[in-house]
């Protein structure tokens, strides 16, 4: 019973906050567009899809105090115990994995090209695998499977003719579970169970034995793009003082 009465004396000092700090439209602009190029398929030298934009943040809406950099909030959908088996399903991966007290999994480095071409896990079953994780607006936080890097035709825009392009795909963890993505969730950071960002969520289409396929642009090509026109970033996020 205190349980429930500090959970709901915590929501409504939350509510509060949020009316009168967040109630006005002004007080919710958190940055500006940086940088938008075009959606291009089959791009650079390594034929990626490019579906991006930088977004530069207002440093003076963020209060340093409690700022935690680049975190994924693994909720309470799963729990740690459950969580942790499904990360690792075979005991012969390596991992030097401690699940949160505070649930935010820190991603602090970038799966490398050579882990996403050449899978460095196996599942139960000692098939070669990669298991990613992401939240997402449209389906909250989902576990997948890396199936490495090749190069998919896919109908990108309504009403045009397919084009190949090369993808990160990431299929369902099993046919149990949900799909691994759906309307909504474009956008979204793709993690691995170490907590390093493997790329950014671009759609789905296609269906393979195990479900709707999800394609993702590899975080490196990004980087490397953007570079290219002149913005030197990382994944490293800090605040200045």
Not at 13 to 34: D, T, Y
Not at 53 to 73: P, Q, R
Not at 120 to 125: F, Q
Request: proline share 6%.
């Amino acid at each position: 019973m205190k349980e429930a009465v500090d959970a709901i004396v915590a929501l409504e000092k939350l509510l509060k906050h949020v009316k009168q700090v967040w109630g006005n439209i002004a007080n919710r602009i958190l940055g500006r567009v940086e940088f938008s190029p075009p959606i291009k398929l089959h791009t650079g030298g390594k034929r990626f899809t490019q579906d991006f934009a930088l977004i530069k943040m207002d440093h003076a809406t963020m209060e340093a105090s409690g700022f935690t950099g680049n975190v994924l909030d693994l909720g309470a959908e799963i729990p740690p115990d459950q969580f942790t088996i499904m990360m690792f399903p075979n005991s012969k991966n390596k991992k030097n994995f401690s699940y949160p007290l505070d649930r935010l999994l820190k991603v602090n480095e970038i799966i490398p090209d050579s882990d996403m071409r050449k899978l460095p896990m196996v599942d139960d079953n000692d098939q070669k695998c990669l298991i990613v994780l992401k939240r997402g607006n449209g389906t909250g936080l989902t576990l997948g499977r890396a199936n490495g890097i090749k190069s998919f035709t896919r109908s990108y825009f309504h009403n045009t003719p397919p084009k190949v392009s090369k993808e990160w795909a990431i299929l369902p963890y099993n046919e149990k579970l949900s799909p691994f993505a759906a309307p909504g969730d474009s956008g979204a950071a793709i993690i691995d169970c170490l907590g390093r960002l493997g790329g950014l969520l671009t759609g789905g289409s296609g269906v393979s034995e195990s479900g709707l396929i999800v394609y993702t642009t590899p975080v490196s090509f990004i980087l490397e793009n953007l570079k290219a026109h002149g913005y030197n970033v990382s994944i490293e996020a800090t605040l200045p003082s």
